[in-house]
């Protein structure tokens, strides 16, 4: 039985003696009670959300000034935006295109010159494909 079905038992009981400072009293606790389980599936949320966060940190490799996701067997994702990444834990894509010197953020437009030291370990992945890992 869940903290709502109980308190609705209890309820019932009070109604049922005919105690109104009881049901008043329970009716507050009950208000108390569905705050508490409304800031638990909050903070439950944001767990899951923090949790994605860390395993997607876990995965970006800083390097040329950038980010780049390592997506398994020395394959890489990116360049990502390290402006929005450090600054609000956002996944942001910058592009890349092989005609401009820049990889330009369309989020927050930062822009960084690629280096003239070469591609980082392995050439960024061509596709283009929107990433939203923190999204709601
Ligand atoms: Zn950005």
């Given at each position: 039985m869940g903290w709502y079905e109980?308190?609705?038992d209890a309820l019932r009981v009070a109604d049922s003696i005919k105690d109104a400072d009881l049901k008043l009293k329970l009716a507050a606790v009950q208000?108390?009670?569905a705050k508490l389980s409304e800031d638990n599936a909050q903070l439950?949320?944001?767990l899951v959300d923090l949790r994605k966060q860390a395993e997607v940190r876990q995965e970006m490799d800083y390097a040329?000034?950038?980010y780049w996701r390592?997506?398994?067997?020395?394959?890489?994702d990116g360049p990502f935006c390290p402006k929005c990444l450090d600054g609000k834990a956002m996944l942001a894509r910058m592009s890349n295109q092989a005609s401009d010197r820049y990889w330009r953020c369309h989020v927050c437009d930062h822009v960084i010159e690629k280096s003239g030291r070469g591609s980082p370990r392995n050439s960024p992945s061509?596709?283009?494909?929107g990433?939203?890992?923190f999204g709601s």
């Open positions: 109980a308190m609705k208000m108390e009670c439950r949320q944001e040329n000034d950038v390592v997506a398994g067997e020395g394959k890489r061509r596709e283009d494909k990433m939203d890992f």
